[in-house]
Each structure stands twice: as structure tokens, then as C-alpha cells.
């Protein structure tokens, strides 16, 4: 059974820090692209940042430069430390693993982040 549970999200004031974690277990994460999207109220759900197998990394330009995605392979882990927020930033925060090679992509359960004075 494949699980992604995410963790870490909550109320931040703008211009803080928040890191949000994935962990994974019934997929061979080492073979998996990992990637965070959100989802604010009204809107469309978007790509923030990916990861690759490989290790390569992008971002969306909203994000780039404040946002760091990592992943531990140890840990079956993924991260994205959020620095700088934004309230723009507000957003469930919904972690993703694909293998497109094999068409199998999984979703977690989401984390809410929310950026308020």
C-alpha cells in the first residue's frame, strides 16, 4: 500500500520559515521524481518544486529563490524548506511522487500553509 504523508505545515508570519516533509513507504522512492504542489482557495493546483531520481531540481519562478526542495533517500523523505513567505504562499501543500516510465503517480493527503499577520 503506497503512502505519502506529509507534515509540517502551519501558521507563519510573512517573511518566516516553515519546512514541510513527505514521507513515503510502498513505492521504491529512490526510483521516483518527488514534487510539492498547492492548491489556494479558488485556484487550480500547481507545481512548486520537483525533484528527480537523479537529484535534479525546479521550481516555479513564484517560488525560486525562497524555496528549497531536498530529498533523503535514507529517510524515504522529501522536503521543501520554505524561506521568506509570502501570504501569496497560502495553500494546501500536497506532496507527489511519479515514475513515468511505469505510469504510477501517487498523491498525499496535503498540509495546509498558512501566511498571516
Known amino acids: 500500500q503506497v503512502q505519502l504523508v506529509e507534515s509540517g505545515g502551519g501558521l507563519v508570519q510573512p517573511g518566516g520559515s516553515l519546512r514541510v516533509s513527505c514521507a513515503a513507504s510502498?513505492?521504491?522512492?529512490?526510483?521516483?521524481?518527488m514534487g510539492w504542489y498547492r492548491q489556494a482557495p479558488g485556484k487550480q493546483r500547481e507545481l512548486v518544486a520537483v525533484?528527480?531520481?537523479?537529484?535534479?531540481?525546479n521550481y516555479a519562478d513564484s517560488v525560486k529563490g525562497r524555496f528549497t526542495i531536498s530529498r533523503d533517500s535514507a529517510r524515504n523523505t522529501v522536503y521543501l524548506q520554505m524561506n521568506s513567505l509570502r501570504p501569496e504562499d497560502t495553500a494546501v501543500y500536497y506532496c507527489?511522487?511519479?515514475?513515468?516510465?511505469?505510469?504510477?503517480?501517487?498523491w498525499g493527503q496535503g498540509t495546509q500553509v498558512t501566511v498571516s499577520s
Open positions: 525533484i528527480t531520481s537523479g537529484g535534479s531540481t
Open positions: 510502498g513505492i521504491s522512492f529512490s526510483r521516483y521524481a
Open positions: 507527489n511522487a511519479n515514475w513515468a516510465t511505469i505510469s504510477r503517480d501517487y
